[in-house]
């Protein structure tokens, strides 16, 4: 069973950075892209970047595009999303969820399995 963890959320100014983590169990991480969503307030759910299996694919919105940065380390089991030059418009719930496949993909429906989601504030 695929267990994904989030964590690195909060509070934080307009222009400064946090970094969010999710840890993933259950299968072999290096098989599978990674992804990261968002859901701001009384918004549906969006894209917000994903990653290949082997970290080399990478797809950002165009929202967020030159401001965050998706990474994973195989050994850890983990990917990140450094967030940097952050607005109020990024404040959201984010999800780390796992693909069904090694491809890159922003496609919400070829990911299987989903975090609980961490909370990003972003005042002004």
């Known amino acids: 069973q695929v267990q994904l963890v989030e964590s690195g959320g909060g509070l934080v100014q307009a222009g400064g950075s946090l970094t969010l983590s999710c840890a993933a169990s259950?299968?072999?991480?290096?098989?599978?892209?990674m992804g990261w969503f968002r859901q701001g307030p009384g918004k549906e759910r969006e894209f917000v970047s994903a990653?290949?299996?082997?970290?080399?694919?990478?797809i950002y919105a165009d929202s967020v595009k030159g401001r965050f940065t998706i990474s994973r380390v195989i050994a850890r089991n983990t990917v990140y999303l450094q967030m940097n030059s952050l607005k109020p418009a990024d404040t959201a719930v984010y999800y780390c969820?796992?693909?069904?496949?090694?491809?890159?993909?922003?496609?919400?429906?070829?990911?299987?399995?989903w975090g609980q989601g961490t909370q990003v504030t972003v005042s002004s």
């Open positions: 990653i290949s299996g082997s970290g080399v694919g990478t």
């Open positions: 259950g299968r072999t991480f290096s098989n599978y892209a």
């Open positions: 969820a796992q693909s069904g496949g090694v491809r890159v993909t922003a496609n919400p429906a070829d990911f299987g399995s």
